[in-house]
């Protein structure tokens, strides 16, 4: 069983940044591909970044984050990242993380434990 617990959402101006942080209660923590997701009201969750657990320099994120957003992960105390900068509204939502058994996926579906989500709400 993988249990996973966001921080760090908060309410910020646009432009600023935040850092969200996924800590993780499980064995083998680099055995899991780590992944960002978020959902605004009324959409879809969406793809936001993922991190290898086996080499993490191998990430992917979605074009509508790259440049502002980079995800990390420390394995040896069990948390993967979200650095956010260059925050716009359009950035609002709340922000989930999730493991996965397999590869990088931009899909949901290929993430097996989720955590309940931390809220990030960007002024304008």
């Known amino acids: 069983q993988v249990q996973l617990h966001e921080s760090g959402g908060g309410l910020v101006q646009a432009g600023g940044s935040l850092r969200l942080s996924c800590a993780a209660s499980?064995?083998?923590?680099?055995?899991?591909?780590m992944g960002w997701f978020r959902q605004a009201p009324g959409k879809e969750r969406d793809f936001v970044a993922a991190?290898?657990?086996?080499?993490?320099?191998?990430?992917a994120s979605a074009d509508s984050v790259k440049g502002r957003f980079t995800v990390s992960r420390d394995n040896a105390k069990n948390t993967v990242y979200l650095q956010m900068n260059s925050l716009k509204p359009e950035d609002t939502a709340v922000y989930y993380c999730?493991?996965?058994?397999?590869?990088?996926?931009?899909?949901?579906?290929?993430?097996?434990?989720w955590g309940q989500g931390t809220q990030v709400s960007v002024a304008s």
């Open positions: 999730a493991a996965s058994t397999v590869g990088i996926s931009a899909l949901h579906t290929a993430y097996n434990y």
């Open positions: 499980v064995r083998s923590f680099n055995m899991y591909t």
């Open positions: 991190i290898s657990g086996g080499n993490p320099n191998y990430v």
